[in-house]
């Protein structure tokens, strides 16, 4: 009965940091990146207007030159539209080119549309030429166009183009009919094929491929981007990739949700085949999913949601780890670091080779280096599989494995199993350095089961089974207060109220003590054991030896022995039980029904658990009632209920034989009669001293 090597794992589990993960820089460049979307905004007042005036009854008188059908030309033209006493905007002209076909063109057009309140600034439109239709109302401004003002604070950004600007009154529609470049000194630059503006839906759009660079280095390029005012967000459309110093996200649609009158993002989410890698150092990270979405609370990242297979894959030179889950959630801290991450659903922690966590819920929690799961959690180790519920795994010194609920440890030989597990690995070495199990613990190895209150292991590399502790195999079972089990050298030991059985169907033989040692071939009982088979009863001051393989017991100082009727005490025993046979040594003395027997030696023989005969050798001596003989050997018969006693002179006295000298006697021990024989050479000679008269 061993233990063997029966709790060594090969691999140890390294709870994955994901402090190292800068994917999530680059929704930073979405701060500077967004407000370029929008900034085109600002020439909305002015068009709004326009289309507003257009619709009403009583429209103010031109200046000269404006919608009316004159040829010649008139210099120096200013135009203001007032309302409620305030000045909505200006427009002046350097010159106003009166048309045969009833359009006007000014040349030199600047117009200027007045703030909101006195905080905001003036917004201006310049162009070369702008030309009004007088039949359609349609305004078309061409030739270096430049919008500026409104973008903040600096008011130096600028929108330029080369190409057209039509406003339809009919469609309430702006157009670019080219592309557009957006600049603000210092902070960005950005390029747009087509740019357009629904007045009737507050829905601006640009497309034909924009691309926007940061001062920074940052990079966002899409197919086509949608501003909605109304609903507050933008949406990107069309290979969406967006680059930082730290790396870069792909997508193939986008949508911005925006805080009002700020346009700072609330929320930007990512669709379709979602990319994102980052690098830093020699760690490299990527995030794929479905989708992903990003909080934002005043600009600060709060949460980045991963949905649809989510992958978190952090590599270096050393090693490779992976969290995956149908959803995966980071959430960072006021100051932007990384707290918790969490997957959920079909969730894979790969913490090395050879190492993952796989369960419906896992998080891992930054600053503790603590990694938790949820229910149907199965930890692999090498070649251990933990499966149960509610794991925490901590990383320090050494890396601690926690389970406050049922778990079952399967390993190549075996099982371990225990409501309340904690293990603990020396992440160099890879070795168990600790195991506690407790709340009623199990194990079960290559047939060797064993039981407890508690099961732990210590740094001397010895498992200590405590509380009702019970280790047992297919030949015997073990019980103790407290059983130590050394894997290396498959030796164990055993102490207080040690009891054992070897187990047979017809001969089980039960071993008691307080104290016990040994290893799968022998175990030694200390401590005034006593050992029980049939109606055979051995108890010894020192030791009883059981060497398992043979069925043998070895019992040594101050044996005291009980067979039914007969006893025995010796200085030591040897019991066969594969034989039958029992050994008393050393100055053995033996009882049995009417007469007493002592010699050096007496060798036992067993029939069917009962005495069958006995063997008595070196310094005989029989006594009973009536008589006393000695001799060099002797014989008892259990049937006949005679002994035997032989030798070279030996001897019976008493009141009946008187002294008798001969070779052997033949000694019935129930009625007490004697009978001696002699030979040619010993004749058998009594001598009796007669009663004078």
């Known amino acids: 009965m061993g233990t063997g090597s029966w709790l060594r794992p090969r691999d140890t589990i390294e709870t994955v940091r994901l402090q190292d993960i800068h ?31 257009a619709a009403r009854p009583a429209v103010p008188a031109p200046p000269p030159g404006l919608g009316e059908d004159v040829e010649e030309v008139t210099e120096d033209i200013q135009y203001t539209q007032r309302e409620a006493g305030q000045t909505v905007f200006t427009v002046d002209a350097d010159r106003n080119l009166g048309m045969a076909d009833g359009r006007n063109l000014l040349e030199g057009v600047v117009i200027t549309i007045a703030g909101q309140d006195a905080s905001s600034p003036d917004r201006l439109i310049e162009s070369d030429n702008c030309g009004v239709d007088g039949a359609s109302g349609n305004i078309r401004c061409t030739g270096n166009i430049e919008i500026r003002g409104g973008f903040g604070s600096d008011n130096e950004t600028v929108i330029r183009t080369t190409d057209d600007i039509v406003y339809n009154t009919g469609t309430q529609a702006i157009e670019i009919l080219g592309s557009a470049k957006i600049v603000s000194p210092g902070v960005f630059e950005a390029d747009a094929g087509r740019l357009s503006f629904r007045l009737a839906e507050n829905v601006l759009e640009v497309s034909g491929g924009v691309n926007v660079t940061t001062a920074a280095g940052s990079t966002l390029s899409v197919d086509a981007a949608r501003y909605y005012k109304a609903g507050n967000r933008i949406e990107l459309l069309g290979g969406v990739r967006l680059r930082s110093g730290h790396g870069e996200v792909r ?61 978190v894959e952090s590599s270096d030179a050393a090693r490779r780890r992976l969290l995956r889950g149908d959803t995966v959630v980071g959430s960072f801290s006021d100051d932007e670091e990384l707290q918790a991450i969490e997957s959920s659903g079909s969730g894979l922690m790969l913490f090395g080779d050879g190492q993952q966590l796989r369960s419906d819920y896992i998080r891992n929690e930054i600053a503790s280096s603590t990694v938790r ?22 990383q320090g010194d050494l890396i601690r494995f926690t389970s406050a609920r049922p778990a079952v440890i399967d390993f190549p030989s075996g099982t371990l199993s225990a409501p309340n597990t904690t ?69 164990f030991r055993a102490e207080g109220a040690v009891r054992a059985v070897l187990s047979d169907e017809s001969d089980p033989v039960l071993i008691e003590g307080q104290r016990a040692e040994g290893d799968p071939t022998a175990i030694t009982f200390y401590s005034s054991p006593e050992l029980w088979r049939g109606n055979m009863h051995v108890a010894a001051s020192n030791s009883i030896e059981i060497r398992v393989d043979e069925r043998r017991f070895l019992g040594s100082g101050d044996i005291a ?133």
Do not use: C
């Not at 990512?270 to 934002?296: I, K, M, W």
């Not at 005989?620 to 032989?646: C, I, K, M, N, P």
């Open 23 to 53: 994917a999530y820089n680059l929704i930073r460049a979405l701060r500077v990146v967004i407000p370029i979307l929008v900034a085109v905004l600002i020439a909305i007042p002015a068009w709004n207007y326009l289309s507003s005036r």
């Open 251 to 311: 997508s193939a649609l986008s949508e911005i949700a925006l805080v009002p009158d700020t346009w700072d993002p609330s929320q930007v989410s990512f669709y379709g085949d979602v990319s994102a890698t980052s690098s830093e150092a020699e760690n490299r990270v990527t995030v794929t999913s479905d989708s992903v979405h990003v909080d934002l609370v005043g600009g600060s990242l709060r949460q980045v949601t991963a949905e649809g297979t989510a992958r």
């Open 373 to 394: 799961s949820g229910a149907r959690s199965i930890l692999e180790v090498g070649e251990f599989r933990v499966e149960g519920s509610d794991f925490a795994i901590e």
């Open 423 to 491: 293990a603990a690995f020396d992440p160099e070495s890879a070795e168990l350095t600790e195991l506690i199990q407790t709340g009623g613990a199990e194990f079960d190895r290559d047939g060797l089961a064993g039981t407890a209150d508690r099961i732990e292991f210590g740094e001397d590399g010895w498992f200590v089974l405590t509380g009702a502790a019970r280790v047992k195999d297919a030949t015997m079972w073990l019980d103790a207060d407290r059983i130590l089990l050394q894997q290396d050298q498959e030796r």
């Open 561 to 693: 022995s009980t067979l039914g009727g007969f006893r025995v005490w010796a200085d030591s025993l040897d019991f066969d039980d594969a034989s039958n046979r029992v050994l008393y040594s050393g100055s053995v003395r033996s009882q049995f029904p009417n007469a007493e027997l002592d010699a050096n030696e007496l060798e036992v023989y067993l029939a069917r658990n009962e005495l069958d005969r006995v063997l008595a050798r070196g310094g005989v001596e029989v006594r009973s009632e009536g008589a006393v003989g000695r001799g060099d050997r002797a014989t008892y018969e259990q049937r006949s209920g005679t002994v035997t006693l032989v030798g070279t002179a030996a001897t019976v006295s008493g009141p009946e034989t008187g002294i008798a000298t001969g070779t052997s006697f033949v000694w019935n021990v129930e009625s007490d009669r004697v009978v001696m024989t002699g030979d040619e050479r010993n004749r058998a000679v009594s001598r009796r001293t007669l009663e004078s008269r």
